[in-house]
């Protein structure tokens, strides 16, 4: 996860997704970006059972001693985001929790493909997702989870 995570943050450096047009994104050190993700991550629903340890996605995500661009924890926050709804709703689905199914199934389908509009392929990748969930279909879910989910410690 690191490596795509630092893959990310280098997106958001060259896409400028936290800066207004035209100006170098502003850059942050581990303190801040600890504290942005902090505060970022109260803007997401999180299922039960499924919320990160944020100081070790931050120690995990950061930048260390180096900046990274300011709005960069947001990219980090979604594809967690993700990982726990996919995760949430397996736990669910092997629960026999038809509610927190039908949870993760709607924010599976209206609220992850909103998620980094600069990147449509993200964006499809989830609504495939979502329509495969609601067909019973886990795969997609499964290989997203494989793929960006590993090194996140739940609480």
Known sequence: MERKL???????????CAAPARQAPELVDQQRYTQDLRDGSARFTWPDGRTPDLGVL???SGPGPDRAPAGSERIVLEITNSCAWYLGWEDARERGDQAATAKALQVMGEVLPKFSPEDPDGQ??????????KQ????LAADYVTNNCDSVLWR
């Open 136 to 139: 019973g279909d886990g795969s």
């Open 124 to 133: 499809r990748y989830a609504r495939e997702t979502a329509a495969k969930a």
């Open 58 to 60: 931050a120690e995990k």
């Open 6 to 16: 630092t893959a990310l943050l280098a997106l958001a450096l060259l896409t400028g």
